[in-house]
Structure formats: structure tokens, C-alpha cells
């Protein structure tokens, strides 16, 4: 009889055959003194990478589960996390990792269940992350800027927004499991951010600065290749700056207003960064982290705005 697996590995993965690999590869690489399992769900690729997935599965029958779909859920607005990878797992612990993006520390999840085990009121654990981007084939800033090892609080986490700690860098426990059918994650158009408050709002998040696994940009097929590039990105940003306000407004109300003031910083936030990477000066002008730099802040803002507008094409 196969023992329960303490921990669950969760991926889901659509036409990252490029990728794929690489993330089974550090989910195999793992040393750890416990039982595991990994859950791979692919959503009808069309670019071989479920090929590549039945091939490792194949290998480790006894740990790693495809779930191979033949029809695009994500096309039908199926959650895919809520019908197939969650309802799949058997672990006391899951940890998240896109099929674009990999783990580069074998002893990463031992450490992590080290500790949520010696601390039952924390939700989840997360480390910093390395940034790699697709376009320049660079290492960017590792992220969070945060080097010293410490607690995450629910305010942290709606300043820091889903950017903020990588989705590949979690391991959070079962008890905890985010809640899909509240109003604020529905609105969200995307679900770390939602899963990070959902966690946050459970019990504390402890943050290991150690740099333990790789998070891709711009590669393709991936929401910020779709949503950040392009001569219509500006207003792909928009739609999903307004969602993300209408999301957090919705949090706020969840939380009985605990958090607002946290939340309107994060809002006018959100609007301020999406002005300032694309150089909308105007707009700009109107929030209150304009509003509140200095005479210099202010004419530093100008002269950046007035770059990107202005800076030649290739």
C-alpha cells in the first residue's frame, strides 16, 4: 500500500513544452524525508507538452499523477485549481509551481515543512525568488526586496499585491486551503494575488530569504507575455488594474473595512504604476503617491514620463 503523501506538489501547465521539464525536474530533485506526491495538470496542450508529461509520468508512476485534459477548461471559465488540482491532492501540505517555472533548491521544501510543522498557526511559508526574463534572457532584481528572514502580515501582503511573493515560492497547509467562492476572488483577475490575501487572512506568512526558485517573465504563452507586451498592452493593464480595484474593494468589504486604508494605498498604487509604465503624465498627476512626492520626486516623475513617451522605436 502506497503511504499518504505529507506533501503535495501542484502544477498546472498549458503549452509550455519548452518549460515543462525543467519544473518536473526540480519537483524530482527534492530531498526530503517524507512521502510526496506531484499532480500535474495539463490543459489540452497542443504543443506536446502533455507528451512530455506522460513521459515522466511514466518514469515515477508512483509519484507523479497527470491529469490530462482533452479539452481546454480554462476556454469554458473552469476553475481549474477549485474541479481538478485541489480535489486531486491527498497531502497535509501543497506547494505551487507553474510548468514555466521551476525550483532550484532541493532542500526547498524539506525546510519549508520543517517549519510549518514546528508551527501549526502559520497558513503558509514562502521564500525570494529569482527573476528571469524571456525576452532579454537576463536575471532581473530577485523578489520580494526583502533579505532578512521574518513574518509576513495580511497589511504586507495587500501592499505587496501578487507580484509580491512568487506563487512557486509557497507551501501552505491543506487546513488553510484558500476559499475560491468568496466574492473578492471571483472579481480578481488573477489568483495569486486572491490565494496571498486568502492565506494572510488565515494564519501568518514566514518568509525565507534564501533565493530557492526561478520565476519566468515574458515567457510565452504566460500573463505577462499576453497582458504587458503588445501595441494594445495599455489597455490590457487598464481592464486588469480596474478588476484588481474591484476585487479589493470587495476584499475590503470582506474584512469589514479592517484593512482600508491599506487597500486605498494599494489601489492608488496600482493606478500609479500602470501611469508610470506607460508614461501617462496626466494621469499620473491625479494620485496620491504623486501627489505626495517632493517638488523633486515630482519633476523626476515628469522627466521619466516624458522618456517613455518619447523614447525611439526599434
Keep these: 500500500m502506497t503511504e499518504k503523501p505529507l506533501v503535495s506538489f501542484l502544477c498546472a501547465t498549458y503549452n509550455q513544452r519548452d518549460y515543462i521539464a525543467n519544473c518536473i525536474d526540480g519537483f524530482l530533485a527534492q530531498k526530503v524525508n517524507f512521502p510526496i506526491e506531484i499532480i500535474i495538470h495539463d490543459d489540452a496542450s497542443t504543443d506536446g507538452t502533455a507528451e512530455i508529461v506522460k513521459q515522466y509520468a511514466a518514469k515515477f508512476p508512483d509519484i507523479i499523477k497527470p491529469i490530462l485534459q482533452t479539452e481546454n477548461q480554462y476556454s ?37 515543512v520543517d517549519f510549518l510543522e514546528s508551527h501549526p498557526n502559520y497558513s503558509a511559508c514562502a521564500h525570494r525568488c529569482k527573476k528571469f526574463n524571456c525576452q532579454s534572457l537576463q536575471y532581473e532584481t530577485p523578489f520580494p526586496h526583502v533579505t532578512e528572514e521574518r513574518d509576513f502580515s ?25 476559499d475560491y467562492n468568496e466574492d473578492y476572488w471571483k472579481l480578481s483577475p488573477v489568483g495569486d494575488f486572491p490565494q496571498m490575501l486568502s492565506l494572510a487572512k488565515r494564519g501568518k506568512i514566514h518568509y525565507f530569504p534564501d533565493e530557492m526558485s526561478v520565476y519566468r517573465v515574458y515567457a510565452k504563452g504566460s500573463w505577462s507575455n499576453r497582458t504587458l507586451l503588445g501595441p494594445d498592452a495599455f489597455e490590457r493593464r487598464s481592464e486588469h488594474v480596474s478588476k484588481m480595484r474591484e476585487s479589493l474593494k470587495e476584499f475590503n468589504r ?22 508610470w509604465d506607460f508614461g501617462k503624465w496626466s494621469l499620473l498627476k491625479t494620485t496620491d503617491h504623486y501627489k505626495q512626492r517632493s517638488f523633486i520626486g515630482k519633476l523626476k516623475a515628469l522627466y521619466h514620463c516624458f522618456k517613455v513617451r518619447f523614447k525611439p522605436s526599434h
Excluded at 506547494?95 to 526547498?108: I, L, S
Excluded at 474584512?255 to 501611469?275: M, P
Design 76 to 112: 469554458k471559465k473552469t476553475g481549474i485549481w477549485k474541479s481538478f488540482i485541489y480535489p486531486a491532492a491527498q497531502g497535509k501540505y501543497f506547494a505551487d509551481c507553474e510548468g514555466d517555472d521551476y525550483w532550484v533548491d532541493p532542500n526547498k521544501i524539506q525546510k519549508q
Design 254 to 275: 470582506h474584512t469589514s473595512l479592517e484593512y482600508n486604508n491599506a487597500i486605498q494605498e494599494k489601489i492608488d498604487l496600482n493606478d500609479f504604476n500602470l501611469y
Design 154 to 178: 495580511l497589511k504586507d501582503i495587500i501592499l505587496g499585491g501578487g507580484g509580491f511573493l512568487g506563487t512557486n515560492t509557497l507551501v501552505y497547509t491543506r487546513e488553510f486551503l484558500p
